[in-house]
């Protein structure tokens, strides 16, 4: 497994992870417990060490999966979690963020319990709470590391002026936040200027457009009724045309080359810099071989051309969040 270091002085992780949000919810058509676990040992038994969960996904259950998938492979294990979502109970959508200290706390506890371990390696929040001043967010999320409770710090969504106020409070070793093809803002807002320049890690998630870049999705009703990508704007109306009119183009490039769309998408996203560690997500053990495959495909500058030039930065068609979630972001 090749492997890329999280930061300037952050951890060596392998150069994919695995994102399990959507073993729990999100994406419709969800597996089984046993199946999802089999897929997360497949990755573990191909050396992918970084798995990406949330205490949001499902809400929890994705968390008290992982701790299962986990138990008794904990050493060979890179844990990623967030907090900053609240539910109210029983709810299956969230009423707000928060990063007050409190929140910070009880938070980790909860996730630490339904994970199944002492500690975890890489703790984000999620979506920044406007209403906290981020330096007592992160300050409550250094105690955690001064405890042993965690290891590295994270954010998700941050903008750089968040980034670098929180970073002087405690390094901040990665930042999450959409980055594919379809979905480059990182390149126009100085968000990776910004990581670069602090030396934090980036782990884009998303990498491959939410399934829509491995050309496999060629309708709006390929989606199942509880599928939350029905919700997206990319993904209705003429916006959906317009966009897989764009893969389509990209999937001929892919084809050229002998490989998968989904693969040319990945390899994409690797070859933005060594400090990129994607994390695709993937309820199958052949698309998560797939993926990995792709981290054998090297693109020279005359590949990276071709795919700027059918799909520059800005192409794609409507937001990548419904309103709600665009108002979330920290921009």
């Not at 996203?269 to 199958?284: H, M, N, S």
């Amino acid at each position: 497994m090749k492997t890329r270091t999280l930061g300037r002085n952050g951890p060596t992780v392998s150069a994919l992870g695995l994102g399990c949000m959507g073993m729990s919810q999100s994406y419709g058509n969800r597996v089984d417990d046993a199946s999802a676990i089999g897929v997360i040992h497949h990755a573990l038994d191909r050396g992918v060490t970084l798995l990406d969960t949330s205490d949001m996904y499902g809400p929890h259950t994705n968390e008290v999966l992982l701790g299962k998938a986990i138990a008794g492979r904990r050493d060979q294990v890179f844990l990623a979690t967030k907090f900053g979502f609240v539910f109210e109970p029983g709810a299956k959508r969230p009423s707000g963020v928060s990063g007050r200290p409190e929140y910070v706390r009880a938070s980790l506890e909860a996730s630490l319990k339904r994970l199944g371990t002492d500690h975890i390696d890489l703790y984000y929040q999620h979506r920044v709470d406007p209403t906290v001043p981020i330096e007592d967010t992160v300050g409550e999320m250094a105690r955690a590391v001064e405890a042993g409770k965690v290891r590295f710090l994270g954010l998700s969504e941050a903008a750089p002026a968040t980034l670098r106020r929180a970073h002087a409070t405690h390094p901040i070793t990665a930042l999450q936040t959409e980055y594919s093809l379809w979905s480059r803002d990182p390149e126009d807002n100085d968000v990776l200027a910004t990581v670069r320049e602090l030396g934090i890690g980036f782990v884009p998630y998303s990498p491959l457009g939410r399934g829509f870049l491995t050309g496999a999705i060629r309708s709006p009703e390929d989606f199942d009724e509880d599928d939350n990508r029905r919700n997206h704007p990319r993904f209705q109306g003429a916006n959906f045309a317009a966009n897989l009119a764009l893969v389509d183009k990209v999937n001929a490039i892919a084809r050229d080359k002998g490989v998968t769309p989904g693969q040319l998408a990945l390899a994409w996203v690797l070859a933005q810099g060594e400090d990129l560690v994607p994390i695709p997500g993937t309820k199958r053990t052949a698309y998560l071989d797939e993926n990995l495959d792709a981290l054998n495909l090297r693109l020279d500058a005359k590949d990276l051309a071709a795919i700027e030039a059918v799909f520059p930065t800005g192409a794609a068609s409507g937001t990548r969040y419904p309103e709600s979630g665009m108002a979330a972001l920290n921009r």
